[in-house]
């Protein structure tokens, strides 16, 4: 069995500020790690994964995560953060890629503020 | 491109009836789609897999015989809630996985039903 704890339900930030959303995994075996970010009255989003290789994965729009297979972690970091940033994170993984199986973390609420 | 739909965004019903909610792959071909359940303040939990044309693989504790999935074509999945109770008020979110010759193979989410039942 698998789980995933996000630890912050709510994370605020002020605009150009860096900030980090927590997330760590429970597997008994190897894991896909995937960070999903949901708009208001959006569907979710796949943002980045790490299926293997460099263990430092980014997205396109300036996020990145670092898997951390001893400390089992998967936190995702944004060195500058901007308004359109605020959305719910979603943490998940999966022993089978994204195509399969995901189980999920309780999310993290981001707001930026001015 | 890879848009999913669901229908109706909320829904309001009373106790004891049924409630149906859709799924649509509008530019895609799904060939499995997913059916989650988010209660408040937690996190999404899968209730089943449906693959087109075939029975739907049910997570364990969760009542087929309750939550009716049926993919009867390649950009549509139901969902069903039949005899609906208070107890089943929640927000479900579909997501869609096409294959890999499509450049689809990974799940793309709608935005998610939310359904009260007074």
């Known amino acids: 069995a698998q789980s995933v704890t996000q630890l912050d339900s709510q994370v605020p930030v002020f605009e150009e500020a860096p900030v980090e959303l927590r997330c760590n995994y429970s597997s008994s075996v190897s894991v896909y790690l995937f960070w999903y970010v949901q708009y208001p009255n959006q569907g979710l989003q796949l943002l980045l994964k790490?299926?293997?290789?460099?263990?430092l994965v980014k997205s396109i729009n300036g996020f990145e995560a670092e898997f951390n297979k001893s400390q089992t972690s998967f936190h995702l970091r944004k060195p500058s953060v901007h308004i359109s940033d605020t959305a719910e994170y979603f943490c998940?993984?999966?022993?089978?890629?994204?195509?399969?199986?995901?189980?999920f973390g309780t999310g993290t609420r981001l707001q930026v503020t001015l | 491109g890879a848009v999913v739909s669901q229908h109706p965004s909320r829904v309001i019903c009373k106790s004891g009836t049924s409630v149906k909610i859709e799924c649509r792959s509008l530019d895609f071909q799904a060939t499995t789609m997913f059916w989650y359940r988010q209660f408040p303040k937690q996190s999404l939990m899968l209730m089943a897999t449906s693959n087109e044309g075939s029975k739907a693989t049910y997570e364990q504790g969760v009542e087929k015989d309750k939550f009716l999935i049926n993919h009867a074509s390649l950009t549509l999945s139901t969902l069903t809630v039949t005899s609906a109770h208070p107890e089943d008020s929640s927000f479900y979110i579909c997501?869609?996985?096409?294959?890999?010759?499509?450049?689809?193979?990974?799940?793309?989410f709608g935005p998610g039903t939310r359904l009260t039942v007074l």
């Open positions: 998940a993984v999966s022993d089978h890629g994204t195509a399969s199986k995901l189980t």
């Open positions: 997501s869609a996985r096409g294959d890999r010759g499509q450049g689809r193979d990974e799940q793309f």
């Open positions: 790490y299926l293997s290789g460099s263990t």
